[in-house]
Protein backbone atom coordinates (compact mmCIF):
# COMPACT_ATOMS: atom_id res chain seq x y z
CA UNK A 1 0.00 0.00 0.00
CA UNK A 2 1.30 3.17 -1.08
CA UNK A 3 0.64 6.08 1.10
CA UNK A 4 -0.60 9.50 -0.62
CA UNK A 5 -1.59 11.66 2.67
CA UNK A 6 -0.58 11.80 6.32
CA UNK A 7 -2.99 13.47 8.71
CA UNK A 8 -1.15 13.85 12.07
CA UNK A 9 -3.32 14.96 14.92
CA UNK A 10 -1.60 17.17 17.74
CA UNK A 11 1.02 19.97 16.35
CA UNK A 12 3.04 20.07 19.46
CA UNK A 13 6.52 19.28 20.20
CA UNK A 14 6.39 16.29 18.81
CA UNK A 15 3.98 16.23 16.11
CA UNK A 16 5.47 19.03 14.44
CA UNK A 17 8.91 18.34 14.42
CA UNK A 18 8.12 14.85 12.85
CA UNK A 19 5.98 15.65 10.62
CA UNK A 20 7.96 18.32 9.39
CA UNK A 21 10.87 16.22 8.71
CA UNK A 22 8.44 13.43 6.96
CA UNK A 23 7.15 15.74 4.80
CA UNK A 24 10.76 17.04 4.11
CA UNK A 25 11.77 13.57 3.15
CA UNK A 26 8.94 12.40 1.37
CA UNK A 27 7.88 15.30 -1.05
CA UNK A 28 5.12 13.28 -2.73
CA UNK A 29 3.15 12.24 0.40
CA UNK A 30 0.89 15.03 1.57
CA UNK A 31 0.96 15.96 5.51
CA UNK A 32 -1.24 17.67 6.86
CA UNK A 33 -0.43 18.61 10.85
CA UNK A 34 -4.13 19.28 12.84
CA UNK A 35 -5.02 20.61 16.35
CA UNK A 36 -7.61 22.24 18.18
CA UNK A 37 -5.50 25.38 19.27
CA UNK A 38 -5.56 28.23 16.57
CA UNK A 39 -2.94 29.93 17.86
CA UNK A 40 -0.53 27.13 17.78
CA UNK A 41 -1.72 26.53 14.41
CA UNK A 42 -1.66 30.16 13.06
CA UNK A 43 1.99 30.21 14.45
CA UNK A 44 3.23 26.93 12.43
CA UNK A 45 1.92 29.21 9.29
CA UNK A 46 3.49 32.28 10.50
CA UNK A 47 5.41 34.11 7.74
CA UNK A 48 7.84 34.99 10.13
CA UNK A 49 9.66 31.31 10.89
CA UNK A 50 11.27 32.86 14.61
CA UNK A 51 7.25 32.53 15.56
CA UNK A 52 7.05 29.15 15.05
CA UNK A 53 5.82 27.77 18.49
CA UNK A 54 8.45 24.62 18.73
CA UNK A 55 11.84 26.19 18.99
CA UNK A 56 14.23 23.31 17.49
CA UNK A 57 17.50 24.25 16.37
CA UNK A 58 17.05 23.76 12.29
CA UNK A 59 13.49 23.05 12.24
CA UNK A 60 12.78 26.82 10.62
CA UNK A 61 14.74 25.78 7.28
CA UNK A 62 12.46 21.89 7.41
CA UNK A 63 9.90 23.90 7.41
CA UNK A 64 10.94 26.60 4.96
CA UNK A 65 11.54 24.00 2.30
CA UNK A 66 8.29 21.96 2.69
CA UNK A 67 5.20 23.99 4.34
CA UNK A 68 3.04 25.13 1.10
CA UNK A 69 5.09 22.51 -0.59
CA UNK A 70 3.54 18.98 1.23
CA UNK A 71 3.28 20.04 4.62
CA UNK A 72 0.48 21.82 5.88
CA UNK A 73 -0.91 22.85 9.18
CA UNK A 74 -4.93 23.14 9.87
CA UNK A 75 -7.48 23.24 12.58
CA UNK A 76 -9.80 21.34 10.27
CA UNK A 77 -9.27 18.00 11.87
CA UNK A 78 -12.04 16.23 10.46
CA UNK A 79 -11.14 17.08 7.13
CA UNK A 80 -7.51 16.36 7.56
CA UNK A 81 -8.97 12.86 8.78
CA UNK A 82 -10.57 12.23 6.21
CA UNK A 83 -8.52 12.43 3.56
CA UNK A 84 -5.47 10.58 5.15
CA UNK A 85 -5.07 6.93 4.76
CA UNK A 86 -2.91 7.18 7.42
CA UNK A 87 -3.13 9.27 11.17
CA UNK A 88 -0.58 9.63 13.75
CA UNK A 89 -1.94 10.39 17.04
CA UNK A 90 0.74 13.10 18.60
CA UNK A 91 -1.61 14.66 21.27
CA UNK A 92 -0.51 15.17 24.88
CA UNK A 93 -0.86 12.48 27.24
CA UNK A 94 0.27 14.36 30.39
CA UNK A 95 -0.21 12.33 34.30
CA UNK A 96 -3.42 12.15 35.61
CA UNK A 97 -4.15 14.90 38.27
CA UNK A 98 -7.62 12.95 39.46
CA UNK A 99 -8.80 10.10 40.24
CA UNK A 100 -7.63 6.32 40.01
CA UNK A 101 -3.98 6.15 39.44
CA UNK A 102 -3.67 10.25 40.34
CA UNK A 103 -0.06 11.72 40.45
CA UNK A 104 1.27 8.28 38.30
CA UNK A 105 -0.98 6.76 35.20
CA UNK A 106 -1.16 8.87 32.00
CA UNK A 107 -4.30 10.64 31.47
CA UNK A 108 -5.23 8.95 28.39
CA UNK A 109 -8.63 11.27 27.62
CA UNK A 110 -7.44 13.30 24.58
CA UNK A 111 -5.91 9.84 22.97
CA UNK A 112 -9.61 8.34 23.69
CA UNK A 113 -11.44 11.74 22.11
CA UNK A 114 -8.70 11.25 19.24
CA UNK A 115 -9.72 7.16 18.61
CA UNK A 116 -13.50 7.90 18.43
CA UNK A 117 -12.86 11.35 16.21
CA UNK A 118 -10.88 9.25 13.70
CA UNK A 119 -14.10 6.32 13.88
CA UNK A 120 -16.32 8.99 13.27
CA UNK A 121 -15.07 10.37 10.41
CA UNK A 122 -14.06 7.77 8.59
CA UNK A 123 -15.12 7.01 5.05
CA UNK A 124 -12.63 4.30 4.31
CA UNK A 125 -9.80 1.74 5.79
CA UNK A 126 -7.20 3.32 7.44
CA UNK A 127 -4.12 2.98 9.63
CA UNK A 128 -3.87 4.74 12.84
CA UNK A 129 -0.07 5.11 14.48
CA UNK A 130 0.25 5.87 17.87
CA UNK A 131 2.99 8.53 18.46
CA UNK A 132 2.19 10.11 21.73
CA UNK A 133 4.14 8.44 24.65
CA UNK A 134 1.37 5.76 25.78
CA UNK A 135 1.04 3.13 28.39
CA UNK A 136 1.45 -0.15 27.23
CA UNK A 137 -0.92 -1.94 25.55
CA UNK A 138 -3.34 1.72 25.14
CA UNK A 139 -3.14 0.39 21.51
CA UNK A 140 -5.56 -2.26 22.39
CA UNK A 141 -7.64 0.54 23.95
CA UNK A 142 -7.71 2.57 20.82
CA UNK A 143 -8.65 -0.33 18.61
CA UNK A 144 -11.19 -1.08 20.28
CA UNK A 145 -13.21 2.20 20.41
CA UNK A 146 -12.19 2.36 16.30
CA UNK A 147 -13.90 -1.26 16.16
CA UNK A 148 -17.05 -0.54 17.78
CA UNK A 149 -17.71 3.04 17.44
CA UNK A 150 -16.45 3.20 13.84
CA UNK A 151 -18.43 2.74 10.04
CA UNK A 152 -17.35 -0.49 9.87
CA UNK A 153 -14.30 0.03 8.10
CA UNK A 154 -10.73 -1.28 9.13
CA UNK A 155 -8.38 0.10 11.18
CA UNK A 156 -4.72 -1.00 11.74
CA UNK A 157 -3.27 -0.23 14.70
CA UNK A 158 1.00 0.43 14.72
CA UNK A 159 2.95 1.77 17.83
CA UNK A 160 5.81 3.96 16.73
CA UNK A 161 7.29 5.60 19.58
CA UNK A 162 9.24 8.62 19.28
CA UNK A 163 12.83 8.77 20.57
CA UNK A 164 13.64 12.30 19.03
CA UNK A 165 14.94 14.76 22.34
CA UNK A 166 14.01 18.11 22.63
CA UNK A 167 16.63 20.75 21.30
CA UNK A 168 18.16 17.91 18.60
CA UNK A 169 14.82 17.00 17.47
CA UNK A 170 15.37 18.02 13.85
CA UNK A 171 18.85 15.90 14.06
CA UNK A 172 17.29 13.03 15.80
CA UNK A 173 14.82 12.50 13.45
CA UNK A 174 16.89 13.07 10.36
CA UNK A 175 19.66 10.24 11.73
CA UNK A 176 17.87 8.47 13.76
CA UNK A 177 19.62 5.60 15.65
CA UNK A 178 16.32 3.49 15.32
CA UNK A 179 13.06 3.77 14.39
CA UNK A 180 10.84 1.54 15.92
CA UNK A 181 7.32 0.70 14.21
CA UNK A 182 4.91 -2.40 16.16
CA UNK A 183 1.92 -4.13 14.26
CA UNK A 184 -0.38 -6.84 14.96
CA UNK A 185 1.37 -10.25 13.85
CA UNK A 186 -1.70 -10.13 10.98
CA UNK A 187 -1.87 -9.65 6.98
CA UNK A 188 -2.88 -6.33 7.25
CA UNK A 189 -1.22 -5.98 10.48
CA UNK A 190 1.97 -6.52 8.12
CA UNK A 191 0.69 -4.68 5.25
CA UNK A 192 0.31 -1.15 7.32
CA UNK A 193 4.10 -2.23 8.97
CA UNK A 194 5.45 -2.21 5.44
CA UNK A 195 3.04 1.22 4.48
CA UNK A 196 5.06 3.00 7.68
CA UNK A 197 8.41 1.29 7.00
CA UNK A 198 8.34 2.79 3.39
CA UNK A 199 7.72 6.34 4.69
CA UNK A 200 11.04 6.15 7.22
CA UNK A 201 12.99 3.92 4.53
CA UNK A 202 13.33 7.38 2.01
CA UNK A 203 15.84 8.30 4.50
CA UNK A 204 16.47 6.05 7.03
CA UNK A 205 19.15 2.59 6.29
CA UNK A 206 16.77 -0.22 6.73
CA UNK A 207 18.78 -2.05 9.12
CA UNK A 208 17.70 0.92 11.55
CA UNK A 209 13.96 0.10 11.44
CA UNK A 210 12.86 -2.17 13.60
CA UNK A 211 9.47 -3.98 13.71
CA UNK A 212 8.15 -5.58 16.88
CA UNK A 213 4.74 -6.33 17.91
CA UNK A 214 2.50 -3.40 19.19
CA UNK A 215 2.89 -3.84 23.16
CA UNK A 216 7.13 -4.83 22.74
CA UNK A 217 7.08 -1.10 21.11
CA UNK A 218 4.68 0.37 23.69
CA UNK A 219 6.83 -0.72 26.24
CA UNK A 220 10.30 -0.18 24.34
CA UNK A 221 9.62 3.64 24.96
CA UNK A 222 8.65 3.79 28.46
CA UNK A 223 11.88 1.17 29.13
CA UNK A 224 14.48 3.94 26.88
CA UNK A 225 13.11 6.66 28.99
CA UNK A 226 13.11 4.92 32.12
CA UNK A 227 16.71 3.52 31.47
CA UNK A 228 18.12 7.34 30.32
CA UNK A 229 16.41 8.83 33.73
CA UNK A 230 18.26 6.07 35.70
CA UNK A 231 21.82 6.96 34.54
CA UNK A 232 20.93 10.19 35.54
CA UNK A 233 19.40 9.80 38.83
CA UNK A 234 22.52 7.31 39.27
CA UNK A 235 24.83 9.96 38.53
CA UNK A 236 23.17 12.39 41.10
CA UNK A 237 23.31 10.14 43.49
CA UNK A 238 26.91 10.12 43.00
CA UNK A 239 27.37 13.80 43.16
CA UNK A 240 25.93 14.44 46.44
CA UNK A 241 28.65 11.45 47.58
CA UNK A 242 31.74 13.41 45.77
CA UNK A 243 30.52 16.89 47.26
CA UNK A 244 30.98 14.85 50.39
CA UNK A 245 34.53 13.52 49.98
CA UNK A 246 37.66 14.92 47.88
CA UNK A 247 35.92 13.97 44.64
CA UNK A 248 34.49 15.03 41.58
CA UNK A 249 31.60 13.81 39.54
CA UNK A 250 32.83 14.99 36.07
CA UNK A 251 36.24 13.00 36.88
CA UNK A 252 33.78 10.18 38.32
CA UNK A 253 31.77 10.75 34.29
CA UNK A 254 34.37 10.56 32.65
CA UNK A 255 36.05 7.81 34.35
CA UNK A 256 33.65 5.38 33.92
CA UNK A 257 32.14 6.65 30.62
CA UNK A 258 35.40 5.38 29.24
CA UNK A 259 34.29 1.95 30.25
CA UNK A 260 32.85 0.86 26.82
CA UNK A 261 30.18 -1.13 28.28
CA UNK A 262 28.74 1.99 30.26
CA UNK A 263 29.56 4.76 27.49
CA UNK A 264 30.19 8.49 28.16
CA UNK A 265 26.61 9.89 27.77
CA UNK A 266 24.00 10.73 30.28
CA UNK A 267 26.42 10.87 32.79
CA UNK A 268 26.01 14.49 33.55
CA UNK A 269 25.14 15.15 36.83
CA UNK A 270 22.58 18.42 37.05
CA UNK A 271 20.32 20.12 39.28
CA UNK A 272 17.59 17.20 38.22
CA UNK A 273 16.28 16.15 34.97
CA UNK A 274 13.01 17.35 33.21
CA UNK A 275 11.05 17.35 30.37
CA UNK A 276 7.99 16.30 29.45
CA UNK A 277 8.96 12.44 29.00
CA UNK A 278 11.21 11.18 32.01
CA UNK A 279 9.24 11.19 34.97
CA UNK A 280 5.74 10.12 32.82
CA UNK A 281 6.69 7.18 31.67
CA UNK A 282 8.73 6.12 34.65
CA UNK A 283 5.85 6.88 36.47
CA UNK A 284 3.79 4.67 33.67
CA UNK A 285 6.33 2.10 34.12
CA UNK A 286 5.88 2.30 38.48
CA UNK A 287 1.89 2.12 37.74
CA UNK A 288 2.10 -0.65 35.14
CA UNK A 289 4.37 -2.18 37.77
CA UNK A 290 1.61 -2.17 41.14
CA UNK A 291 -1.27 -2.77 38.80
CA UNK A 292 0.19 -6.18 37.94
CA UNK A 293 1.34 -6.70 41.81
CA UNK A 294 5.14 -6.48 40.60
CA UNK A 295 5.60 -4.01 43.80
CA UNK A 296 9.49 -4.88 43.82
CA UNK A 297 9.83 -3.90 40.41
CA UNK A 298 7.76 -0.66 41.14
CA UNK A 299 9.45 0.28 44.25
CA UNK A 300 12.91 -0.58 42.09
CA UNK A 301 11.96 2.34 38.92
CA UNK A 302 10.24 4.63 41.53
CA UNK A 303 13.92 5.11 43.42
CA UNK A 304 15.02 7.27 39.95
CA UNK A 305 12.26 9.71 40.94
CA UNK A 306 12.66 10.02 44.16
CA UNK A 307 16.53 10.85 43.54
CA UNK A 308 15.28 13.31 41.23
CA UNK A 309 13.41 15.51 43.11
CA UNK A 310 15.84 14.77 46.53
CA UNK A 311 18.48 16.51 43.95
CA UNK A 312 16.19 19.73 43.19
CA UNK A 313 15.63 20.39 46.89
CA UNK A 314 19.18 19.73 47.22
CA UNK A 315 20.44 22.39 45.69
CA UNK A 316 17.24 24.34 46.74
CA UNK A 317 18.73 23.48 50.31
CA UNK A 318 22.24 24.31 49.63
CA UNK A 319 21.23 27.91 48.36
CA UNK A 320 19.50 28.52 51.74
CA UNK A 321 21.81 27.20 54.18
CA UNK A 322 24.66 28.72 51.54
CA UNK A 323 23.00 32.06 51.87
CA UNK A 324 23.07 32.11 56.17
CA UNK A 325 19.85 30.44 56.52
CA UNK A 326 18.15 33.19 54.79
CA UNK A 327 16.58 33.79 51.63
CA UNK A 328 13.71 36.53 53.13
CA UNK A 329 13.09 39.16 50.29
CA UNK A 330 17.04 38.61 48.59
CA UNK A 331 17.24 38.58 45.22
CA UNK A 332 18.42 35.30 43.28
CA UNK A 333 18.77 35.64 39.86
CA UNK A 334 17.46 32.46 38.08
CA UNK A 335 20.02 31.39 34.46
CA UNK A 336 17.37 29.29 32.56
CA UNK A 337 14.02 28.45 32.98
CA UNK A 338 13.78 25.63 30.31
CA UNK A 339 14.45 22.05 31.30
CA UNK A 340 17.37 21.80 29.14
CA UNK A 341 19.36 24.08 26.19
CA UNK A 342 18.36 24.54 22.76
CA UNK A 343 14.65 24.30 23.55
CA UNK A 344 11.69 26.78 24.71
CA UNK A 345 9.77 23.58 26.79
CA UNK A 346 9.57 23.76 29.88
CA UNK A 347 7.42 20.87 31.53
CA UNK A 348 8.87 19.33 34.74
CA UNK A 349 12.22 21.51 34.22
CA UNK A 350 13.85 21.37 37.61
CA UNK A 351 13.94 25.45 37.73
CA UNK A 352 10.15 25.08 38.20
CA UNK A 353 11.04 23.50 42.10
CA UNK A 354 13.55 24.95 42.81
CA UNK A 355 11.85 28.55 42.60
CA UNK A 356 9.00 26.78 44.28
CA UNK A 357 11.17 25.95 47.38
CA UNK A 358 12.66 29.26 47.47
CA UNK A 359 9.80 31.09 47.30
CA UNK A 360 8.34 29.36 50.34
CA UNK A 361 11.34 31.30 52.14
CA UNK A 362 10.23 34.25 50.47
CA UNK A 363 13.05 35.03 48.32
CA UNK A 364 12.98 37.35 45.23
CA UNK A 365 14.06 35.47 41.82
CA UNK A 366 14.50 37.58 38.92
CA UNK A 367 14.58 34.79 36.09
CA UNK A 368 15.94 35.43 32.39
CA UNK A 369 15.88 32.27 29.89
CA UNK A 370 16.64 33.34 26.21
CA UNK A 371 13.68 31.49 24.93
CA UNK A 372 11.37 30.84 27.65
CA UNK A 373 8.13 33.66 27.67
CA UNK A 374 7.07 35.79 31.01
CA UNK A 375 3.60 33.83 30.47
CA UNK A 376 4.78 30.77 30.50
CA UNK A 377 6.97 30.89 33.57
CA UNK A 378 3.72 32.59 35.93
CA UNK A 379 1.71 29.60 34.39
CA UNK A 380 4.52 26.91 35.07
CA UNK A 381 4.79 28.14 39.04
CA UNK A 382 0.56 29.17 38.77
CA UNK A 383 0.10 25.41 37.90
CA UNK A 384 2.16 24.20 40.58
CA UNK A 385 -0.70 24.70 42.72
CA UNK A 386 1.34 25.29 46.19
CA UNK A 387 1.96 29.32 45.81
CA UNK A 388 -0.67 31.92 45.78
CA UNK A 389 -1.26 34.27 42.73
CA UNK A 390 -0.05 37.03 45.02
CA UNK A 391 3.24 35.52 45.65
CA UNK A 392 3.71 34.52 42.41
CA UNK A 393 3.25 38.44 40.79
CA UNK A 394 4.98 40.02 43.77
CA UNK A 395 8.10 37.59 44.35
CA UNK A 396 9.07 36.73 41.02
CA UNK A 397 10.42 38.94 38.07
CA UNK A 398 10.95 37.47 34.58
CA UNK A 399 13.69 40.08 32.47
CA UNK A 400 14.93 39.88 29.21
CA UNK A 401 18.23 41.18 29.91
CA UNK A 402 20.66 38.59 32.11
CA UNK A 403 22.61 41.36 33.39
CA UNK A 404 19.59 43.05 34.86
CA UNK A 405 18.55 39.58 36.19
CA UNK A 406 21.67 39.65 38.14
CA UNK A 407 22.33 43.58 38.56
CA UNK A 408 22.26 43.74 42.71
CA UNK A 409 21.37 39.84 43.12
CA UNK A 410 22.50 38.40 46.19
CA UNK A 411 23.01 35.24 44.11
CA UNK A 412 23.34 33.62 40.47
CA UNK A 413 21.87 30.32 40.37
CA UNK A 414 22.03 27.93 36.67
CA UNK A 415 18.99 25.78 36.25
CA UNK A 416 19.69 25.52 32.13
CA UNK A 417 23.10 24.92 30.48
CA UNK A 418 22.64 27.49 27.12
CA UNK A 419 25.57 27.96 25.78
CA UNK A 420 25.52 31.97 25.92
CA UNK A 421 25.54 32.01 29.67
CA UNK A 422 29.18 30.64 29.35
CA UNK A 423 30.34 33.87 27.58
CA UNK A 424 29.12 36.92 30.14
CA UNK A 425 30.89 39.44 31.45
CA UNK A 426 31.68 37.74 34.63
CA UNK A 427 33.43 41.12 36.02
CA UNK A 428 30.74 43.18 35.28
CA UNK A 429 28.34 40.92 36.89
CA UNK A 430 30.59 40.94 39.89
CA UNK A 431 30.98 44.28 40.39
CA UNK A 432 26.95 44.94 40.00
CA UNK A 433 26.18 42.15 42.64
CA UNK A 434 25.59 42.01 46.39
CA UNK A 435 28.73 40.48 48.10
CA UNK A 436 29.53 38.21 48.75
CA UNK A 437 28.65 37.57 45.31
CA UNK A 438 27.32 33.42 45.28
CA UNK A 439 26.67 31.45 42.11
CA UNK A 440 25.69 28.04 42.65
CA UNK A 441 25.92 25.93 38.96
CA UNK A 442 23.39 23.66 38.76
CA UNK A 443 24.49 22.28 35.29
CA UNK A 444 28.59 22.43 35.60
CA UNK A 445 28.42 24.79 33.50
CA UNK A 446 30.67 27.88 34.29
CA UNK A 447 34.60 27.57 34.89
CA UNK A 448 34.91 27.39 38.20
CA UNK A 449 38.39 28.80 38.79
CA UNK A 450 37.51 31.06 36.20
CA UNK A 451 34.70 32.83 38.45
CA UNK A 452 36.51 32.11 41.80
CA UNK A 453 39.32 34.41 40.30
CA UNK A 454 36.61 36.98 39.82
CA UNK A 455 35.62 36.96 43.55
CA UNK A 456 32.67 35.20 43.50
CA UNK A 457 32.08 32.61 45.76
CA UNK A 458 30.77 29.35 43.43
CA UNK A 459 28.99 26.41 44.43
CA UNK A 460 29.18 23.39 41.72
CA UNK A 461 26.83 20.25 41.87
CA UNK A 462 29.01 17.77 42.50
CA UNK A 463 32.16 18.73 43.45
C1 LIG B 1 13.99 12.28 26.26
C2 LIG B 1 14.69 11.14 25.50
O1 LIG B 1 16.08 11.42 25.40
C3 LIG B 1 14.06 10.99 24.13
O2 LIG B 1 14.64 9.89 23.45
C4 LIG B 1 12.56 10.78 24.29
O3 LIG B 1 11.94 10.71 23.03
C5 LIG B 1 11.94 11.91 25.09
O4 LIG B 1 12.61 12.04 26.34
P1 LIG B 1 14.14 14.94 26.23
O5 LIG B 1 13.30 14.88 27.47
O6 LIG B 1 13.73 15.85 25.14
O7 LIG B 1 14.27 13.49 25.58
O8 LIG B 1 15.62 15.38 26.65
P2 LIG B 1 16.93 14.64 27.20
O9 LIG B 1 18.07 15.10 26.41
O10 LIG B 1 16.73 13.17 27.29
O11 LIG B 1 17.09 15.26 28.66
C6 LIG B 1 16.15 15.02 29.69
C7 LIG B 1 16.60 15.70 30.97
O12 LIG B 1 17.73 15.05 31.54
C8 LIG B 1 17.00 17.17 30.80
O13 LIG B 1 16.49 17.93 31.84
C9 LIG B 1 18.51 17.12 30.84
O14 LIG B 1 19.06 18.31 31.27
C10 LIG B 1 18.74 16.00 31.83
N1 LIG B 1 20.05 15.35 31.68
C11 LIG B 1 20.35 14.65 30.54
C12 LIG B 1 20.99 15.45 32.70
O15 LIG B 1 20.73 16.07 33.73
N2 LIG B 1 22.20 14.83 32.54
C13 LIG B 1 22.52 14.11 31.44
O16 LIG B 1 23.64 13.57 31.38
C14 LIG B 1 21.58 14.04 30.39
P1 LIG C 1 3.96 16.62 22.80
O1 LIG C 1 5.20 17.03 23.51
O2 LIG C 1 3.56 15.19 23.10
O3 LIG C 1 4.00 16.90 21.34
P2 LIG C 1 2.21 18.95 23.20
O4 LIG C 1 1.39 19.30 24.40
O5 LIG C 1 3.35 19.83 22.79
O6 LIG C 1 2.73 17.45 23.46
O7 LIG C 1 1.27 18.79 21.93
C1 LIG C 1 0.06 18.10 21.90
C2 LIG C 1 -0.95 18.89 21.04
O8 LIG C 1 -2.10 18.07 20.81
C3 LIG C 1 -1.46 20.18 21.67
O9 LIG C 1 -1.14 21.27 20.82
C4 LIG C 1 -2.99 19.97 21.78
O10 LIG C 1 -3.73 21.15 21.49
C5 LIG C 1 -3.25 18.92 20.71
N1 LIG C 1 -4.47 18.14 20.89
C6 LIG C 1 -4.88 17.47 21.99
N2 LIG C 1 -6.05 16.82 21.76
C7 LIG C 1 -6.40 17.07 20.47
C8 LIG C 1 -7.49 16.67 19.60
N3 LIG C 1 -8.47 15.86 20.01
N4 LIG C 1 -7.51 17.15 18.35
C9 LIG C 1 -6.51 17.95 17.89
N5 LIG C 1 -5.46 18.35 18.64
C10 LIG C 1 -5.39 17.92 19.91
Redesign the pocket.
Known amino acids: MKIKNICCIGAGYVGGPTMAVIAQKNPEINVTVVDLNKQRIAAWNDEDLSKLPVYEPGLDEVVKEARGRNLFFSTEVDRAIDEAEMVFISVNTPTKTYGEGKGMAADLKYVELCARQIARVSKGDKIVVEKS?LPVRTAQAVKSILDNTGNGFKFSILSN?????????VE?LQSPDRVLIGGEDTPEGKEAMQALVDIYASWVPKEQILTTNVWSSELS?LV??AF??Q??SS??AISELCEATEADVDEVSRAIGKDSRIGP??????????????QK?ILNLVYISKSLGLNEVADYWEQVIIMNDYQKYRFAKKIITTLYNTIADKKIAFLGWA??KD?N?TRE??AIYVAEHLLQEQAKIVVYDPKVTEEQIYSDLEYLGTLSSEDIMNRVTVVNDPYKAMDKAHAVAVL??WDEFKSYDWDRVYENMMKPAFVFDG?RLLDEAEITEKGFKVYTIGK
Open positions: TPEFLAEGTADKANLARVINKFLKASVGFGGSCFDFKTDSATER
